[in-house]
């Protein structure tokens, strides 16, 4: 089992949908959570952290943690085709360690 | 907004050259990092350094080797470049927070070894 789980995707959706990414952890212990997007050919570059259990929102992004199932979560509101890229669930361990996802593919469909 | 800059970022060279890759960022992170990702490919770690004259090997078994003389500085060298050293390799940096640590990337630098 890896650390970080992903749904390789790919996953697609009308522009102006919800996307919705997942990502689950397997050590417990975690403390904090990222959320990176990288275009093709790009490095990663970071859209979210989010520490606490529940919902965190910046512009059409919600971030929602539950350590107690060990899930993390994205939600895109308003999808735009701008949007489509590779999303990276990160995870930092209990050692301060940082584990990266393999990614979703994300395409949003004019 | 992180600052992190690598040299060169396109370079085509021949199997058996010896070639460095230069990092360095300016927000005086302790941590950094090098990262080898191959197109639509997960990121894998292959160096890391917790600060000056530390380093540590990642996940990935890599040929290559590090150096952090500098906060700053943290250049990856690859002594006999080889075909299958082909990548994209990202380094990144972080600052230790009691929160945890956000990590920073660079903007890659491509390597083709022919």
């Known amino acids: 089992q890896k650390e970080v789980e992903q749904n390789s995707g790919p996953l697609s959706v009308p522009e102006g949908a919800i996307a919705s990414l997942n990502c689950t952890y397997s050590?417990?212990?975690?403390?904090?959570f990222f959320w990176y997007r990288q275009y093709s050919g790009k490095s990663p570059e970071l859209i979210m952290s989010?520490?606490?259990?529940g919902d965190k929102e910046d512009g059409r992004f919600t971030a929602q943690l539950n350590k107690a199932s060990q899930y993390v979560s994205l939600l895109i509101r308003d999808s735009q085709p701008s949007d489509s890229a590779t999303y990276l669930c990160?995870?930092?361990?209990?050692?301060?360690?940082?584990?990266f996802g393999a990614g979703t593919r994300l395409t949003v469909k004019p | 907004e992180a600052d992190i800059y690598q040299t060169p970022r396109y370079l085509v060279i021949g199997t058996g050259k010896k070639i460095t890759l230069e990092c360095s960022q300016t927000?005086?992170?302790?941590?950094m990092y090098w990262y080898q990702q191959d197109p639509g490919m997960e990121l894998h770690l292959i160096h890391y350094?917790?600060?000056?004259?530390?380093?540590e090997k990642g996940d990935l078994s890599s040929e290559s080797t590090v150096s952090r003389i500098r906060t700053e500085h943290f250049p990856l060298t690859l002594e006999s470049a080889r075909p299958s050293h082909t990548s994209q390799y990202l380094c990144?940096?972080?600052?230790?927070?009691?929160?945890?640590?956000?990590?920073?990337f660079g903007e890659g630098s491509w390597l083709t070894v022919v």
């Open positions: 990144a940096s972080s600052e230790f927070e009691v929160s945890g640590n956000t990590i920073y």
């Open positions: 050590d417990r212990g975690s403390q904090s």
């Open positions: 989010i520490y606490s259990n």
């Open positions: 990160a995870v930092n361990r209990r050692n301060n360690d940082m584990r």
């Open positions: 927000m005086g992170h302790d941590k």
């Open positions: 350094s917790y600060g000056v004259n530390s380093t």
